[in-house]
């Protein structure tokens, strides 16, 4: 199986010009959020600057992708250059930043697999109706997830103007079954929920880490997108569920430090 999920993947890399493998992900033409909208969601940011989409989960940590977030593998870059804001649908404005303490990622990424991390905050987040945290999925939360489910992304990704939006932008895709994401992309582990949409839709340079929310749970992370973002093929989330454990024991381990 693992060799002809390399040959799927070499196969759809040919035609697609290559993963992109810079900190990518991009909601494409969303409509804007409205204040309080989406309160677990924030921009992550590096030397100040948008760099992934993270999600409140508790009040001292954040989930997000961990491939914007890594120097080397799982080695993170350094805390100290990594904030987030919190509060506001504005990239650039409002809300509040938030100083990191550590950034953890999920020990067995690499090749875009396991793309998962956890920020820890310096300072516990005060919940407000524009801060708030968002519930994680479990397992019998996936039970729902069959082919075509609608789900709910929100980032601050470039649009096919290429410009970066300073609103939060909302879309709708839908989730595509696993073997039909082995069948597309050679892409149909138990770790990853796919996603499908239309061509010029779905996630791009900036988006990395966006949550896919449905009934206002985290069922995935956003990780990546094959060849140029907008294409026929579906896009890659981290799915949540199936990192359960290691949430769990990532944040016990980060309180009690």
């Given amino acids: 199986m693992a060799v002809t999920r390399i040959y799927a993947i070499a196969f759809i890399l040919a035609i697609c010009g290559g993963i992109n493998a810079a900190p990518n992900g991009r909601i494409l033409e969303g409509n804007d959020a409205t204040t309080g909208e989406l309160p677990w969601v924030v921009s992550v940011r590096v030397d100040n600057t948008h760099v992934a989409v993270g999600n409140i989960i508790n009040a001292s940590h954040i989930l997000t992708s961990g491939h914007g977030l890594s120097a080397l593998r799982t080695t993170p870059i350094a805390a100290t250059r990594v904030t987030v804001r919190v509060g506001s649908i504005n990239q650039y404005a409002g809300g509040r930043i938030v100083n990191v303490q550590s950034i953890t990622i999920h020990p067995s990424y690499g090749n875009f697999l396991h793309d998962i991390a956890i920020i820890t905050l310096v300072t516990p987040l005060t919940f407000t109706d524009k801060i708030a945290a968002i519930a994680l999925a479990t397992p019998d939360d996936d039970e729902a997830l069959v082919g075509d489910t609608e789900v709910a992304l929100a980032g601050w990704g470039l649009q ?18 696993s073997p039909e994401c082995e069948y597309q ?15 010029n839709q779905g996630i791009a340079t900036g988006d990395e880490g966006a949550g896919v929310v449905v009934n206002n749970t985290l069922v995935g992370v956003a990780s990546f997108f094959f060849g140029g973002s907008g294409t026929k093929f579906p896009d890659v989330s981290s799915r949540v569920s199936y990192y359960s454990s290691w949430i769990a024991s990532t944040i016990a381990a980060r309180s009690a430090a």
Avoid: I
């Fill in 160 to 177: 096919l103007s290429g410009a970066t939006p300073y609103k939060l932008k909302v879309a709708t895709l839908k989730v595509l079954s």
């Fill in 185 to 199: 992309a050679g892409y149909g582990y138990d770790s990853v929920l796919c996603l499908e949409h239309g061509v």
